[in-house]
Structures are given as structure tokens and as C-alpha cells.
């Protein structure tokens, strides 16, 4: 695809990298065969040309150089400044996030550069790996979806999902777990957009978290079941990323908003997690598979003692949980999967309770990736556990879930 772009993006894709990066670190030593369900891609530049129903070409997302030299996504009449989201893997100083990444050659080429990608996998120990969007397009495809001009939204929708397939997905299928995003203004053509890519192979989609934070109709609602009954057709896992409607939980604004917001991360899964279960969804869609992704693991086992404590003693939400389901703490270890990155303290007694419900990440290129050493905090982290247990852990639940194959030697 570089091969159609202009001379001037020509430049800027293949200019040299910034002094802010390292050189490439040597392949890491691996002590286990590794699928991450939580890793993420930017958007290349050359992404939706030729993807495009001709009347809206020049209306998709595109890249604009500004006086200062920066990078800059244009869609839609609104601007998109930060051009990596946060992609600081490789960087000489890891403690800076003042200074985004304002040019491709700002971050690592894996970033958004799908052979490269592969290069820095392998460096990492990585056999596989699901990529959430970036910046312009938001973890669950939101700002298509915000599009003032809904046939334009749902057409550069479709493209990105082409380019999944087509290139991101489809240049290595074994190492890229194919997941989608859809239009989330309309129920039923969000599900017929699932329900295309299913068909194509695709194996998941990224969905907001917390809907009605995005102005989106409430799960609550019932709104969102042709969605849902779509993804159980199809056995399309839905894939649940905090911050994917674009907000975190509030925060004192006299406070340290970066340091302060990140901790809350397991808090915010925690929340999902919550709005999901009551809303009864899994209920209506037993078999719903809800994997939530950069919110840790060691809220499982609380979620999982406070829902038990509600509807066999407290009686908070009895009346509203049928009597003839089952309870909610067990919808909870039915449905859900649940990521790690970094959870030393509460890995054991998440896995005791949910052994076949706990995946790994790496969350590359973002500030709380484990990138290039994945495999040595994963052992620091999995070493004292049976071997079965980390075999579950490290790939064996998201090679089942995800019906992802796994490599012919381990």
C-alpha cells in the first residue's frame, strides 16, 4: 500500500527514526509460548486509501502536516493531535508523557506498520496478538460512529475493517487475532457489520465499555441485543477495553490526573463489569463471551465475593435478579475473561477461583506495556504456578476462545 502514496507521505513514513527511541533491544529469552488479548495499533497513514466508496474519498481521515511540523489526523471537521495515543514503547525515557508522539518516526515502526509489528513480537516473545485502535479511530471505533454524516461514518467503518483484514489481519493470520469494530448509532446495522466480518474469519469485536458515558443507548435498555445476539451467532467474542468510550472515572483536577487515573484502571473494569452483569445481557445471551481487557484481575475475586454476599444475604438487587438464573457471581465466572499485565499479588487467588478465565497482555505500544521484556515479568510473575496453570494463563485460554491456532512447536 505505500507504493500509492504521494512523495511528501512517502517522506514522512519512511523518514529516519527520532533520536527519543533506542535502538532495537535483542530478542528476549522465552520461557512460554504467549498470546496477548490486549495490545494495540496506530493507524498508518495510507490506511483508508483506496478503501472508500469513490463519493467519499476525500472526506475519510487523513493525515495533515501543521506550521510546527507535526502529525496531525483531520476527520470530520475535527482535529486529532495526538498522533501515537500514548505509544512509548522504546523510548529512551519512559517517564515522559508530556511530549506525544507528533510524527510516525516518534514511535517504534511496530506501532503501525503491521511487518514490523511481527518484528517487535518476536523480539518480545509474542506468538499472537489482538490490536485495539488508536487515536482516530477510538479503542471501540467511536469517533466513525460520532461521524456528523452517518452513511460517511459507517463507510470508513467498513474500511477499517477492510484494512484489518486485508493487511493488518491478513499479511500474518497466525500471529494477528482478528478483531473488528462496528457502527454503534444503529443496532441492527452494527450487527450485520458483525456478522460480515464473522463471515471473513474475523473472531472479535471491540465494543464501549460503558455506553451510556458516549451518549449511547443504555445496556440497560435492551437496545443493544441484535448486537448481542449477533456476536453469539457467530461465536464473536466481545472484547471490553476500559476507556474505550473515551472517559475514566473522574479524578480531583488538583491532583496528578496521569498518576491517579492510571490506578483506577482495575476499578473502571471493575465498574464495566458491573454494568454488564446487572444489565442481565448475559442472561438474555447465556452464551455471550465478555472479555475485558487493561483492567488487571485482581478485582475478580471481590467482584465475585460482594455479588455472592448480595443475592445470598444482603439482598441488594434480589428482587431484581431472576429467582429461577443463576446468581450473578457466577455470570460473572460464566462470561467473563478476564487480562493481566502485572498482577503478582492476587494472581494465584484469581486463578484459583477462575483457573480457565485469566489471559495475558502486553499492551504494546502503551506507557503500561511490558515491551520488550513480556516473557521475563511473566515468569517473575507465573514461575511458582503448575505448569498447567500457566499454560492456561500464557496461551491456552485465548487460543480457545479466540479459535486462534497455535504454533506446531511450544
Given at each position: 500500500?505505500?507504493?500509492?502514496?504521494?512523495?511528501?507521505?512517502?517522506?514522512?513514513?519512511?523518514?529516519?527514526?527520532?533520536?527519543?527511541?533506542?535502538?532495537?533491544?535483542p530478542?528476549?529469552?522465552?520461557?512460554?509460548?504467549l498470546?496477548?488479548?490486549?495490545?494495540?495499533?496506530v493507524?498508518?497513514?495510507?490506511?483508508?486509501?483506496?478503501r472508500?466508496?469513490?463519493?467519499?474519498?476525500?472526506?475519510?481521515?487523513?493525515?495533515v502536516?501543521?506550521?510546527?511540523?507535526?502529525?496531525?489526523?483531520?476527520?470530520?471537521?475535527?482535529?486529532?493531535?495526538?498522533?501515537?495515543?500514548?505509544?512509548?514503547?522504546?523510548?529512551?525515557d519512559?517517564?515522559?508523557?508530556?511530549?506525544?508522539?507528533?510524527?510516525?518516526s516518534?514511535?517504534?515502526?511496530?506501532?503501525?506498520?503491521?511487518?514490523?509489528?511481527?518484528?517487535?513480537?518476536?523480539?518480545?516473545?509474542?506468538?499472537?496478538?489482538?490490536?485495539f485502535?488508536?487515536?482516530?479511530?477510538g479503542?471501540?471505533?467511536?469517533?466513525?460512529?460520532?461521524?456528523?454524516?452517518?452513511?460517511?461514518?459507517?463507510?470508513v467503518?467498513?474500511a477499517?475493517?477492510?484494512w484489518?483484514?486485508?493487511?493488518w489481519?491478513?499479511?500474518?493470520?497466525?500471529?494477528?487475532?482478528p478483531?473488528?469494530?462496528?457502527?454503534?448509532?444503529?443496532?441492527?446495522?452494527?450487527?450485520a457489520?458483525?456478522?460480515r466480518?464473522?463471515?471473513?474469519?474475523?473472531?472479535?469485536?471491540?465494543?464501549?465499555?460503558?455506553?451510556?458515558?458516549?451518549?449511547?443507548?443504555?445496556?440497560?435498555?435492551?437496545?443493544?441485543?441484535?448486537?448481542?445476539?449477533?456476536?453469539?451467532e457467530?461465536?464473536?467474542?466481545?472484547?471490553?477495553?476500559?476507556?474505550?468510550?473515551g472517559?475514566?472515572?473522574p479524578?480531583?483536577?488538583?491532583?496528578?490526573s496521569?498518576?491517579?487515573?492510571?490506578?483506577k484502571?482495575?476499578?473502571?473494569?471493575?465498574?464495566?463489569?458491573?454494568?454488564?452483569?446487572?444489565?442481565?445481557i448475559?442472561?438474555?445471551?447465556?452464551?455471550?463471551?465478555?472479555?475485558?481487557?487493561?483492567?488487571?484481575?485482581g478485582?475478580?475475586?471481590?467482584?465475585?465475593?460482594?455479588?455472592?454476599?448480595?443475592?445470598?444475604?444482603?439482598?441488594?438487587?434480589?428482587?431484581?435478579?431472576?429467582?429461577?438464573?443463576?446468581?450473578?457471581?457466577?455470570?460473572?465466572?460464566?462470561?467473563?475473561?478476564f487480562?493481566?499485565?502485572?498482577?503478582?499479588?492476587?494472581?494465584?487467588?484469581?486463578?484459583?477461583?477462575?483457573?480457565?478465565?485469566?489471559?495475558?497482555?502486553?499492551?504494546y505500544?502503551?506507557?503500561?506495556?511490558?515491551?520488550?521484556?513480556?516473557?521475563?515479568?511473566?515468569?517473575?510473575?507465573?514461575?511458582?504456578?503448575?505448569?498447567?496453570?500457566?499454560?492456561?494463563?500464557?496461551?491456552?485460554t485465548?487460543?480457545?476462545?479466540?479459535?486462534?491456532?497455535?504454533?506446531?512447536?511450544?
Amino acid at each position: 500500500m505505500t507504493d500509492t502514496l504521494t512523495s511528501d507521505m512517502k517522506t514522512i513514513v519512511d523518514e529516519p527514526l527520532s533520536e527519543m527511541l533506542l535502538p532495537d533491544p535483542p530478542p528476549q529469552e522465552r520461557h512460554y509460548t504467549l498470546i496477548s488479548v490486549d495490545d494495540h495499533l496506530v493507524e498508518p497513514p495510507w490506511l483508508f486509501e483506496g478503501r472508500m466508496p469513490a463519493r467519499y474519498a476525500d472526506m475519510a481521515p487523513k493525515i495533515v502536516e501543521t506550521d510546527s511540523g507535526a502529525l496531525e489526523w483531520v476527520f470530520d471537521g475535527k482535529t486529532y493531535a495526538q498522533l501515537g495515543f500514548n505509544a512509548l514503547v522504546g523510548r529512551r525515557d519512559r517517564d515522559d508523557f508530556t511530549i506525544e508522539p507528533a510524527r510516525f518516526s516518534d514511535m517504534r515502526r511496530g506501532s503501525w506498520d503491521i511487518h514490523h509489528r511481527i518484528v517487535d513480537m518476536d523480539i518480545g516473545g509474542i506468538w499472537a496478538s489482538i490490536c485495539f485502535p488508536s487515536q482516530i479511530t477510538g479503542f471501540c471505533g467511536r469517533v466513525y460512529s460520532d461521524c456528523s454524516d452517518p452513511d460517511l461514518g459507517l463507510a470508513v467503518t467498513k474500511a477499517f475493517n477492510d484494512w484489518i483484514y486485508e493487511e493488518w489481519w491478513g499479511s500474518y493470520p497466525d500471529r494477528i487475532i482478528p478483531m473488528g469494530i462496528t457502527w454503534l448509532r444503529d443496532a441492527e446495522k452494527a450487527a450485520a457489520e458483525i456478522r460480515r466480518n464473522a463471515e471473513r474469519g474475523f473472531v472479535a469485536v471491540t465494543l464501549p465499555e460503558q455506553p451510556q458515558n458516549i451518549a449511547l443507548e443504555s445496556l440497560h435498555s435492551g437496545w443493544w441485543d441484535p448486537v448481542i445476539a449477533a456476536c453469539v451467532e457467530t461465536d464473536t467474542v466481545i472484547c471490553l477495553h476500559i476507556g474505550s468510550s473515551g472517559q475514566l472515572l473522574p479524578a480531583d483536577p488538583n491532583g496528578p490526573s496521569i498518576g491517579c487515573g492510571a490506578t483506577k484502571f482495575q476499578v473502571q473494569a471493575y465498574s464495566a463489569c458491573a454494568e454488564w452483569i446487572w444489565s442481565q445481557i448475559p442472561l438474555r445471551f447465556p452464551e455471550v463471551k465478555l472479555a475485558f481487557s487493561e483492567g488487571g484481575v485482581g478485582w475478580v475475586p471481590v467482584m465475585y465475593d460482594r455479588l455472592k454476599h448480595q443475592i445470598e444475604i444482603s439482598g441488594h438487587g434480589r428482587s431484581f435478579w431472576p429467582k429461577s438464573e443463576i446468581g450473578p457471581h457466577e455470570v460473572l465466572l460464566r462470561n467473563g475473561y478476564f487480562c493481566t499485565i502485572n498482577d503478582p499479588s492476587t494472581i494465584d487467588s484469581t486463578l484459583k477461583l477462575a483457573p480457565d478465565r485469566v489471559m495475558v497482555e502486553t499492551d504494546y505500544p502503551h506507557a503500561d506495556s511490558t515491551w520488550p521484556d513480556c516473557q521475563t515479568h511473566l515468569h517473575a510473575m507465573l514461575s511458582h504456578l503448575p505448569d498447567n496453570d500457566i499454560a492456561r494463563l500464557t496461551y491456552g485460554t485465548a487460543s480457545e476462545l479466540f479459535r486462534h491456532p497455535l504454533p506446531e512447536s511450544q
